[in-house]
């Protein structure tokens, strides 16, 4: 795909897809929990249809409907116990969410099951949830022994305990927290750093005795139990695809955008905290809750001051995905980036930090790689290159937001497009829209 210069900023008012992560845990819960989970605002992205495969595959019907409030999803939950074995390994497709949460539940059932997955998800490391959850008790393995998938996953008996995690990763915590519903005590998890807090916020609307951390003590826990209960679940736009028009809004000349019904969870919200301090001009209005989750309208304007700065410590899980494109941002600014404490952008879709930093030197920026993360200088203009995806959604979008402020005749080309269906199936359309 080729994006021209963007001769016009943008305008208009937008409403993001439904958040992903929030989307994932929808479909979980509700097939683990008593009676109907109505879903409105989810995501039919790659990644959430894997979920969705996967659960009906164990034997959960999962139908699509329409009423006066508009679409929604239906899952016909089954309990905590009330899954199936399936017939055949379940294919987690790209979906490091559904692979990683879904074995915490699996290590509950009474059946064995194998998990697959694509060969970008086969290469991402499957020991931060096998260890964790072995130590509780579950039995699960790496096929191969190599921490990677496919793993297997049996019946095993569940004690609980407290657990200490390497990395601050909501992947993680909601793999053993998971699994802690099926244990015969108490399951705490402790963080070195605070991850998102979805999981947490939506098992305890369905009914589970949990309990999350905060900032000064990154300590969760959840107590066995019998039944969860189904509900309607009202997913917010997903912070992570509102951002690229966040940051394309900022660097492009005479934008001005407004972002609908943004889920804006303080475990997510850092980009908007660092690009304010990079002087963004972002305002937030008719700040409201969705089935726990604050949302809120952002509203967006052109930002010519940005200044560079430091991204480090316990602000990095809340802004992990969004990365390259902050770096795509401070490229755009004035002074100096640097982004510490983010080496695990090594383990996502692809290396993320070699990739940016590849990509934004091919753009002309002055841009370094780090061990944990990387500098970026900004204030060079940026000039047309092909830029290389690696299939990774992140990066595509994350280039294409660059591509708007080339300062070449020629387009920027996006290689492997496609790869944002994992998360944003109507990304490019959007930003046409808003071009226009």
């Known amino acids: 795909m080729k994006i021209n210069h963007a001769s016009n900023g943008l305008h208009g008012e937008l409403t993001v897809p439904g958040d992903k992560s929030i989307s994932h845990r929808a479909v979980m819960f509700g097939s683990i929990a008593s009676g109907d989970t109505v879903i ?65 539940i699996l290590a509950g059932q009474g059946f064995e099951t194998r998990l697959t997955g694509d060969a970008s998800l086969s290469r991402r490391p499957m020991r931060r949830i096998i260890e964790p959850l072995k130590a509780i008790g579950a039995s699960i393995r790496s096929e191969n022994k190599d921490g990677l998938l496919p793993l297997i996953i ?32 108490e399951t705490v998890v402790i963080e070195p750093a605070l991850s998102r807090n979805h999981t947490e916020l939506m098992l305890s609307a369905f009914g589970a005795d949990i309990t999350g951390g905060s900032e000064a003590d990154p300590r969760a826990s959840v107590r066995p139990c019998s039944e969860l209960r189904g509900l309607e679940v009202n997913v917010p736009g997903d912070i992570s695809s509102a951002a690229y028009f966040i940051g394309a809004a900022l660097i492009v000349p005479d934008s001005e955008v407004v972002l609908k019904n943004v889920g804006i969870n303080p475990t997510r919200d850092g980009v908007i905290r ?118 990774d959604h992140r990066i595509a979008m994350s280039f294409s937001v660059a591509a708007l402020i080339n300062s070449d005749v020629r387009p920027v080309e996006i290689r492997d497009p496609s790869c944002v269906g994992i998360s944003f199936p109507d990304f490019f359309k959007d930003m046409d829209m808003l071009l226009k």
């Open 274 to 391: 660092v690009f304010r301090e990079m002087g963004a001009d972002i305002r937030i209005e008719n700040e409201h809750y969705e089935s726990g989750e604050r949302s809120a309208d952002l509203i967006v304007k052109h930002s010519p001051s940005l200044k560079g700065v430091e991204i480090e410590g316990d602000i990095i899980p809340a802004l992990i995905d969004e990365l390259p494109l902050i770096a795509v941002v401070a490229a755009a600014a004035e002074g100096e980036t640097v982004i510490r404490d983010a080496a695990e952008l090594k383990v996502k879709e692809s290396n993320r930090i070699s990739l940016t930093v590849n990509n934004l030197r091919a753009m002309g920026a002055d841009a370094e790689e780090r061990e944990d993360g990387m500098v970026i200088r900004g204030g060079r203009p940026l000039h047309r290159a092909s830029i290389e995806t690696a299939f």
């Open 154 to 185: 049996d019946r095993g008996e569940l004690h609980g305990g407290e657990i200490r995690t390497r990395v601050a990763s909501a992947q993680v915590k909601s793999a053993i927290l998971l699994s802690g519903l099926y244990a015969d005590k």
């Open 40 to 104: 409105r605002g989810f995501l039919k992205s790659a990644d959430c249809i894997s979920t969705m495969n996967c659960f009906r595959a164990m034997g959960i019907e999962i139908e699509e409907g329409r009423d006066e409030k508009g679409g929604f999803i239906r899952v016909f939950g089954k309990g905590l116990r009330g899954l199936n074995k399936p017939y055949k390994p379940l294919d987690c497709g790209n979906s490091g969410t559904t692979t990683r949460l879904i074995s915490g």
